[in-house]
């Protein structure tokens, strides 16, 4: 099997831990969602990253304008993978 492309089937990794029912529960929760409900739910995510993003920024580097931070953030994400 090429794993190339989705390393995650490598048979020679372990093989993943079973669910529990929370996890399940969480499942049910966002297969019963409309898309238009898991769309907000991304935003919301998104905005909660950006926002922690930031006050990172802001702590890690207490000189930097609020723009700067915002630029810096900006690009952080905008070069961000899966």
Do not use: N
């Amino acid at each position: 099997m090429d794993t190339r492309e989705k390393p995650w089937l490598d048979p020679g990794l372990p093989p993943l831990p079973p669910f529990d029912e929370a996890e399940w529960m969480q499942i049910r929760m966002f297969r019963a969602m409309t898309p238009y409900e898991r769309w907000e739910k991304a935003l919301a995510l998104r905005s909660i990253a950006w926002t922690l993003s930031c006050a990172g920024m802001k702590k890690r580097h207490p000189a930097m304008t609020a723009e700067e931070i915002e630029s810096a953030v900006k690009d952080h994400f905008s070069r961000a993978t899966t």
